[in-house]
Nanobody, 124 residues
Framework: QVQLVESGGGLVQAGGSLRLSCAASGRTFSRYCMGWFRQAPGKEREFVAAINWSGDRTYYGDSVKGRFTISRDNAKNTVYLQMNSLKPEDTAVYYC?????????????????WGQGTQVTVSS
């Protein structure tokens, strides 16, 4: 059984920063790609970022490139999302997810486990 618990969301002004964390249970964390997705009200779930099993490859959605950074600490079973230069359009519920694969993927159907989500609100 894999459980993912996100933390670090909140309210921030435009231009500010937040760091999300996702703690995973289980002993297989280091074998799999991890990803972050987000969903704003009335919109479809959107890919944000992913990192492969070893952490040496990352991939970002176009809307966050150059502003967000994904990283992982396999010793702590934790993946992070550093979000800088936040914009009001970044407002959404952010979800951590564990892929079914070790390599990077950006499709939600590649991810078998999801956290409960953490709200990020960026005010203008």
């Amino acid at each position: 059984q894999v459980q993912l618990v996100e933390s670090g969301g909140g309210l921030v002004q435009a231009g500010g920063s937040l760091r999300l964390s996702c703690a995973a249970s289980g002993r297989t964390f280091s074998r799999y790609c991890m990803g972050w997705f987000r969903q704003a009200p009335g919109k479809e779930r959107e890919f944000v970022a992913a990192i492969n099993w070893s952490g040496d490859r990352t991939y970002y959605g176009d809307s966050v490139k150059g502003r967000f950074t994904i990283s992982r600490d396999n010793a702590k079973n934790t993946v992070y999302l550093q979000m800088n230069s936040l914009k009001p359009e970044d407002t959404a519920v952010y979800y951590c997810a564990r892929s079914s694969y070790s390599s990077i993927g950006s499709r939600p159907d590649e991810y078998g486990y999801w956290g409960q989500g953490t709200q990020v609100t960026v005010s203008s």
